[in-house]
């Protein structure tokens, strides 16, 4: 029997996030091991008038293409995935870690190349979520894999799953459009900023952040539930950027940890790297192409219900006290076109914390046009996004 849960989440996903509606041609794209979510979107589909089918994909069949394709193999992905993007009205995609560390033991020359083969298929998606001719969400579907990352049985994970989705409430639809109303608060403010500040102090473990992020002619976008589910966050496309920022989080991508991340920016662009650990794989995604040193967008996370790192970035980038800057690609949508294969969330946080030490580190904020508008964590201003 189907967990009712998954019921409940494939409507959400339907009927709210991506409000499939009659003659839509709507895609899933899953792992096997999803196929009681695969089931339950198809049924919901089907349900709201739309044609779904089904796409699969598989760690163990990637893992075959790293470990046995040629260069050439690998730089070319199936011509049907470019079909794929051009024909569907909806895409709903399943994140499914089997082994999230799959592929952390091979080549990063070869890990660059399979993320340069996606870049056509990110560059179409992008541009089609921007003219609003596609919509699409992707969820995490519970496995022992993520459930082990996140230091959680599984039974524990799931749970969390389903509350961070506030799916244990009578109406989640109504319950996420109030998230809306609050983050919209957010984005109308910042949308007549010109200029991000996001400090926090230096300390005995590094040099701390001190980053400016221009968004003058930039669009805020509100991240309530209809494209990242569960979601919580606001973000806009940098127009520049300068300064430095070190990442107290690891670096999580392709199932590589990259620790203690320093990136130093000028004039929008990665000009010094380094990191205490996996510097080679960083290095070796940020020089994939031209694009890769660019930052592509910044956010800060809104949903104060996720609150521990879970080495998961769908759920790390929303953790409320949180901003996180994305090297790589940009949404066209939020005003930055850059063009990259790689699009890699960085997560800061800057709630108080103890350092090794013991000492207690505060003060870190955000400012806008020198106006402070998050500190150590937290929003100022009444009626914005905040702990329950």
Same mark, same amino acid.
């Given at each position: 029997?189907?967990?009712?849960?998954?019921?409940?989440?494939?409507?959400?996903?339907?009927?709210?996030?991506?409000?499939?509606?009659?003659?839509?041609?709507?895609?899933?794209?899953?792992?096997?091991?999803?196929?009681?979510?695969?089931?339950?979107?198809?049924?919901?589909?089907?349900?709201?008038?739309?044609?779904?089918?089904?796409?699969?994909?598989?760690?163990?069949?990637?893992?075959?293409?790293?470990?046995?394709?040629?260069?050439?193999?690998?730089?070319?992905?199936?011509?049907?995935?470019?079909?794929?993007?051009?024909?569907?009205?909806?895409?709903?995609?399943?994140?499914?870690?089997?082994?999230?560390?799959?592929?952390?033991?091979?080549?990063?020359?070869?890990?660059?190349?399979?993320?340069?083969?996606?870049?056509?298929?990110?560059?179409?998606?992008?541009?089609?979520?921007?003219?609003?001719?596609?919509?699409?969400?992707?969820?995490?579907?519970?496995?022992?894999?993520?459930?082990?990352?996140?230091?959680?049985?599984?039974?524990?994970?799931?749970?969390?799953?389903?509350?961070?989705?506030?799916?244990?409430?009578?109406?989640?639809?109504?319950?996420?459009?109030?998230?809306?109303?609050?983050?919209? $608060? *957010?984005? @109308?403010?910042?949308? %007549? /900023?010109? #200029?991000?500040?996001? !400090?926090?102090?230096?300390?005995?473990?590094?040099?701390?952040?001190?980053?400016?992020?221009?968004?003058?002619?930039?669009?805020?976008?509100?991240?309530?539930?209809?494209?990242?589910?569960?979601?919580?966050?606001?973000?806009?496309?940098?127009?520049?950027?300068?300064?430095?920022?070190?990442?107290?989080?690891?670096?999580?991508?392709?199932?590589?940890?990259?620790?203690?991340?320093?990136?130093?920016?000028?004039?929008? $662009? *990665?000009? @010094?790297?380094?990191? %205490? /650990?996996? #510097?080679?794989?960083? !290095?070796?995604?940020?020089?994939?192409?031209?694009?890769?040193?660019?930052?592509?967008?910044?956010?800060?996370?809104?949903?104060?219900?996720?609150?521990?790192?879970?080495?998961?970035?769908?759920?790390?980038?929303?953790?409320?006290?949180?901003?996180?800057?994305?090297?790589?690609?940009?949404?066209?949508?939020?005003?930055?076109?850059?063009?990259?294969?790689?699009?890699?969330?960085?997560?800061?946080?800057?709630?108080? $914390?103890?350092?090794?030490?013991?000492?207690?580190?505060?003060?870190?904020?955000?400012?806008?046009?020198?106006?402070?508008?998050?500190?150590?964590?937290?929003?100022?201003?009444?009626?914005?996004?905040?702990?329950?």
């Amino acid at each position: 029997m189907r967990d009712p849960r998954l019921n409940k989440l494939a409507s959400v996903l339907v009927n709210y996030a991506t409000q499939v509606k009659k003659g839509d041609v709507v895609g899933i794209l899953a792992d096997p091991i999803a196929m009681p979510m695969v089931e339950a979107i198809y049924e919901a589909a089907l349900k709201a008038g739309g044609h779904p089918f089904y796409v699969p994909r598989s760690e163990s069949l990637q893992e075959l293409l790293v470990a046995h394709g040629s260069d050439e193999q690998i730089a070319n992905p199936p011509a049907f995935m470019s079909d794929y993007i051009e024909r569907v009205d909806v895409s709903i995609g399943l994140w499914v870690e089997v082994n999230s560390r799959f592929l952390s033991r091979y080549d990063s020359r070869k890990a660059a190349l399979l993320q340069q083969a996606r870049r056509p298929f990110l560059k179409r998606f992008m541009e089609r979520e921007a003219d609003e001719s596609l919509r699409w969400c992707g969820t995490q579907f519970p496995t022992h894999g993520s459930a082990q990352d996140a230091g959680m049985s599984l039974t524990q994970f799931e749970d969390f799953i389903f509350n961070a989705g506030l799916l244990h409430l009578p109406d989640p639809a109504a319950a996420w459009r109030e998230v809306e109303t609050r983050q919209q $608060r *957010v984005c @109308d403010w910042l949308q %007549k /900023r010109k #200029e991000l500040r996001f !400090f926090v102090p230096s300390s005995d473990e590094n040099d701390g952040t001190d980053l400016r992020v221009g968004v003058d002619g930039s669009t805020w976008i509100n991240c309530c539930g209809q494209s990242n589910f569960p979601d919580g966050e606001v973000f806009a496309g940098p127009r520049g950027v300068d300064g430095h920022v070190n990442y107290n989080f690891p670096a999580v991508y392709q199932g590589h940890e990259v620790e203690g991340v320093r990136l130093a920016f000028k004039g929008g $662009r *990665v000009i @010094d790297a380094s990191a %205490k /650990r996996g #510097e080679d794989f960083l !290095f070796r995604m940020l020089d994939q192409d031209e694009g890769a040193r660019n930052l592509g967008e910044i956010a800060i996370g809104t949903n104060y219900g996720i609150t521990q790192f879970m080495k998961n970035t769908l759920f790390d980038e929303k953790i409320g006290g949180t901003f996180h800057a994305a090297v790589g690609a940009g949404y066209p949508k939020s005003g930055n076109f850059n063009e990259s294969g790689l699009h890699w969330d960085m997560v800061c946080d800057m709630r108080p $914390r103890t350092l090794s030490s013991g000492a207690r580190l505060r003060g870190a904020t955000i400012a806008a046009d020198g106006e402070v508008f998050h500190k150590d964590g937290l929003f100022v201003f009444d009626g914005w996004p905040g702990p329950t």
